[in-house]
């Protein structure tokens, strides 16, 4: 009998079986797919010689992940690699906000912005520079955040303490309206925010934009060099040698309960797996309790708050095999590895409202991948390996644009949506369709099917908004990876602190596992080198 049974093979289950593992915990991961990765996935199906990441790619969280830093995946092979720039908002008049690991680089091209605005952008590197540490200790911890929570509360005073607070909880277009006299520093802040769910009008979305800004500015976005496989491979490597195993192709169909506590799963295929400690799902919270779990072995409020769930913005993607560099007319978007595509914020509160209303955007907000600018292994020389994704609403009511879409997704419809990315592209970078040698397009629902965790199209496990944060998320009253089911626990981003590839909610999962066994009966070289992190706040992971 194994000892703990790991629901799905993505990053945070594979981080969560490694930690088990390294307690001395025999672990068996059970993926639903045919190859493990969950949405840390790349392949050559667009073109034979082009390796294109199928889900995410660029991982800023990845970088400051305390979490995968104590794994040490670099002794597995993994090799990390950057863009000349992080990111590039162009506008149609050549003008462009460039965010770069250099900060005088990203300060001098907000200065061409308006005066004043580079310093200003340093006056937000420099409160990173002090919270930073803490704030991150924070974030990738159970809630509450009971240490790294009384550190940053001790550091705040020096950032300002209630007047940084609530620079947090602004809407980023005010935060950005306070903090910059100038579009390009107001953009950065509003793309990044909307790399959630989280629209320019929204409570916390100033805090959010600014912490993906300053992840940006310090960490970088990173590629794994060879596609975003090389990080699933380096995490299953690791796992195989500390005796783990991974069963592909098997789905889980139960989670199988007796006398109030999970006693192992059942697949589809009717084999029952036992787990003599715990079982560890990384799904999402409506899957786990609407459909994996005996409803009878759940409070009735369960469901009730369930009926409440919300999830992110559905999203729509194109990858492309390019014969060629993309002909940006802004230069500065040239060796930027994320291009953002949006005449200004108030496109983006447009975009915004108009998939708040139902409709397909006439205007997609564009976020641009240029791979190849960011690893050059991921296709031939002088050619990029590229990617876009748009958000659309769940439920479509109209269009917004001339198409008629109507949210079916048909193959005629994906190909309409498909072409107005583009030629939203177009307008930035004039002669792009002509470079275009095979594109792939990913709707929703191809989402979906190829990952049923990503529902419509949704891709961070429930929405980021602060009603779904914190002790609400995914379920009021929780905010930590324990369930109502003794010995099972919730290891996906449908867990605080949510979605991006950093593998908290895995981790999170993994100590409440072991620490339901006793205290101090297992600890890893992994947890021991995450609280060695924890204690030395001065230090970045």
């Known amino acids: 009998m194994t000892d703990a049974v790991v629901v799905g093979a993505g990053p945070n289950g594979l981080v969560a079986a490694n930690l088990l593992a390294d307690a001395g915990w025999t672990v068996e991961v059970l993926e639903a797919e045919d190859e493990p990765g969950g949405a840390v996935k790349s392949d050559r199906g667009v073109h034979p010689a082009y390796v294109n990441d199928l889900f995410s790619s660029f991982y800023p969280l990845a970088a400051a992940s305390p979490v995968l830093a104590a794994l040490e995946l670099d ?165 195989a040698k500390r005796g783990g195993t991974v069963r592909c192709g098997e789905r889980v169909a139960e989670i199988v309960v007796r006398g109030g506590r999970a006693v192992g799963v059942r697949t589809a295929r009717g084999e029952g797996i036992p787990a003599r400690r715990a079982v560890l799902a990384d799904v999402t919270a409506p899957a786990l309790y609407g459909e994996l779990v005996p409803a009878e072995h759940l409070p009735a409020r ?156 949704a891709i961070n496990g429930g929405t980021t908004s602060l009603h779904q944060q914190l002790v609400f998320r995914p379920l009021p009253g929780t905010g930590r990876p324990e369930t109502p089911v003794r010995g099972l626990f919730l290891a996906s981003a449908s867990a605080h602190p949510g979605g991006g590839v950093h593998g908290a909610p895995g981790a999170n999962a993994a100590r409440a596992a072991l620490r339901a066994q006793g205290p101090g009966r297992f600890l890893s070289t992994a947890q021991r080198a995450l609280a060695a992190r924890g204690r030395d706040s001065t230090r970045h992971p």
């Open 75 to 239: 002794k597995e092979g993994l090799l990390w690699t950057h863009a000349p720039h992080v990111l590039a908002h162009p506008l149609l008049d050549g003008r462009c906000a460039v965010l770069d690991r250099d900060r005088q680089v990203t300060a001098a091209s907000l200065e061409a912005f308006a005066s004043g605005d580079g310093r200003a952008w340093e006056r937000l590197c420099a409160t990173f520079d002090r919270l930073g540490d803490d704030l991150l200790g924070a974030l990738f911890t159970p809630f509450p955040p009971v240490r790294a929570g009384a550190r940053l509360a001790g550091r705040l005073r020096g950032a300002g303490g209630l007047r940084f607070a609530r620079s947090m909880l602004l809407p980023v277009r005010r935060l950005g309206e306070e903090e910059f006299g100038g579009e390009g520093g107001r953009l950065l802040l509003a793309g990044n925010a909307l790399h959630a769910d989280l629209p320019p009008e929204a409570a916390v979305s100033g805090g959010f934009g600014w912490m993906m800004s300053m992840l940006g500015q310090t960490y970088g976005f990173p590629v794994p060099v060879g596609g975003a496989a090389s990080l699933t491979t380096a995490l299953m490597d690791r796992l």
């Open 302 to 457: 369960v469901f009730e708050d369930l009926r409440r769930f919300q999830w992110d913005f559905a999203t729509f993607k194109v990858d492309w095999a390019l014969g060629g560099p993309v002909p940006w007319t802004a230069p500065g978007a040239a060796s930027a590895g994320t291009v953002h595509l949006a005449e200004g914020v108030d496109a983006l509160t447009r975009f915004a409202a108009q998939i708040a209303m139902g409709l397909v955007p006439d205007r997609p907000f564009v976020l641009f991948g240029q791979m190849t600018t960011a690893d050059a292994t991921r296709s031939p020389a002088g050619t990029e390996s590229a990617w876009a994704y748009t958000h659309v609403p769940h439920h479509v009511k109209g269009d917004a644009g001339p198409d008629g879409l109507s949210g079916r997704w048909d193959p005629a419809e994906q190909e309409r949506m498909a072409d107005r990315i583009e030629e939203e592209v177009e307008r930035y970078a004039p002669g792009f369709r002509r470079r275009v040698l095979a594109r792939r397009i990913l709707a929703p629902p191809t989402l979906q099917a190829a990952n049923s965790s990503l529902r419509g199209g």
